[in-house]
């Protein structure tokens, strides 16, 4: 591998892009022996979402970079302990609020002290807790966990996050403050059981102070995304400017200016219309910077809830993508679909599939093709993803391109033999 021919602190916004493809997992053959394990570890955090449609968002990203690994698998993966005959088992993985509600590393446990310590902190809460619930929530657990909300006696009375039992309230708090932790989820449900007991003694504890959370959260987030703005690096844990701008200079992050990553500059002369986006300040991984970002491409279709399209201004810097979730826009005033998830392939997003199952049928209710040359690449996506979720035909209802139809179902039905 060769390193990249500029000096470290210039790079084009491909060279930017490529790194960012790589430093996600997507660029390059992919480490199966780490497996799940290992793209959790990579990533940092994996977001977790209700929505289900091909499978829930937390199993789509091993799989958009692994392939076809199993869904019990990767259910196992992330939720199964590991011991030994002199060791007790230990989790690999906990759910805690990162850039939201997210599976993390069991080793980043600590850095989270920051945030627990504020949730404790907190002056006021949208729930009201009845006296001595809380109390009688962790004496429980203490007894007789792990156990669900239900197992608790109360889960929500309602699908309203604001009609939350007492019980389901003081276990939440309980969780944010860490006392309680999840490390498995049977189902849907969160299962708490007191940290004490889940979490390795050697991560069990909250001595890192704040400063100290922020500046390897600001790490290892630049590490996952290989360069980034400031306001990238904040997203990624959902930590705010100031923080950042705290601890970047000692995070082990190096400063380098991305071409094109600027706002769009107004055209001269007063004309209408926007300019060429001019270079940006960015902060990158250094050792991502070493070499020359090589190797194949993944092709494959995102969950929108996937790290790599977390940030839509970031996702339209990078990719010249526009990406919005419309899974809560009313569907009369939906563009792509409920779930449209971007298709990528050599390293860009060239279209967007909005997906659903009937039966043994992956049916795309909407498709959208950046040009012929996109199709290909977006039938393998579809087809692939239709064998990992046990379809054996695939059907698409509209396209947005009718000229390329009868392109898209003839590589579809290639692909399908």
């Not at 404790?120 to 009845?130: C, E, F, I, K, S």
């Not at 860009?348 to 049916?363: H, K």
């Amino acid at each position: 591998m060769t390193s990249l021919p500029r000096p470290l602190s210039e790079l084009s916004a491909d060279e930017a892009r490529r790194i960012v493809l790589r430093a996600q997992g997507f660029l390059g053959a992919p480490d199966r022996r780490a497996g799940v394990r290992g793209v959790l570890r990579h990533l940092g955090a994996v977001q977790l979402d209700t929505i289900s449609v091909l499978a829930r968002s937390h199993e789509l990203v091993p799989y958009a970079r692994l392939g076809a690994v199993g869904r019990k698998t990767v259910e196992e993966a992330y939720w199964s302990s590991s011991g030994s005959a002199d060791a007790p088992p230990a989790p690999h993985a906990f759910e805690y609020w990162s850039h939201a509600a997210c599976i993390l590393p069991v080793e980043e446990w600590p850095h989270f002290a920051f945030r627990r310590r504020a949730y404790r902190a907190r002056p006021h809460w949208n729930h009201d807790l009845p006296d001595g619930t809380y109390d009688q929530v962790v004496k429980q657990l203490r007894a007789e966990g792990p156990l669900t909300a239900t197992d608790l006696g109360g889960a929500k009375k309602t699908s309203e996050w604001w009609d939350w039992s007492g019980t389901k309230v003081a276990v939440e708090r309980a969780l944010m403050y860490g006392e309680v932790v999840c490390v498995e989820r049977r189902g849907w449900k969160r299962v708490y059981d007191l940290a004490e007991r889940a979490v390795p003694a050697a991560l069990l504890h909250d001595d890192l102070d704040d400063t100290e959370c922020l500046r390897r959260l600001v790490r290892l987030a630049g590490q996952a995304l290989g360069v980034g703005t400031r306001a990238d690096i904040a997203d990624y844990h959902r930590l705010r400017g100031e923080q950042v701008d705290a601890v970047i200079a000692d995070s082990g992050l190096v400063p380098v200016t991305v071409e094109g990553w600027g706002r769009p500059a107004a055209v001269k002369g007063g004309a209408k219309g926007l300019g060429a986006r001019p270079a940006a300040d960015a902060w990158a991984d250094p050792v991502a910077l070493a070499t020359v970002p090589r190797g194949r491409h993944r092709t494959t279709l995102l969950s929108p809830f996937d790290s790599l399209i977390w940030e839509r201004a970031r996702t339209e810097r990078i990719f010249d993508f526009t990406h919005r979730l419309e899974a809560y826009t009313p569907k009369q005033k939906r563009i792509h679909g409920y779930f449209a998830m971007p298709v990528l392939a050599g390293g860009r997003l060239v279209g967007r599939v909005d997906p659903a199952r009937e039966g043994s049928t992956l049916v795309a209710k909407q498709v959208t093709v950046d040009g012929v040359r996109a199709v290909p690449a977006v039938a393998q996506a579809l087809v692939e993803a239709a064998s990992w979720v046990g379809c054996t035909d695939v059907r698409v209802e509209r396209l947005d391109a009718p000229q390329l139809r009868d392109a898209l179902d003839t590589e579809i039905a290639g692909l399908l033999g």
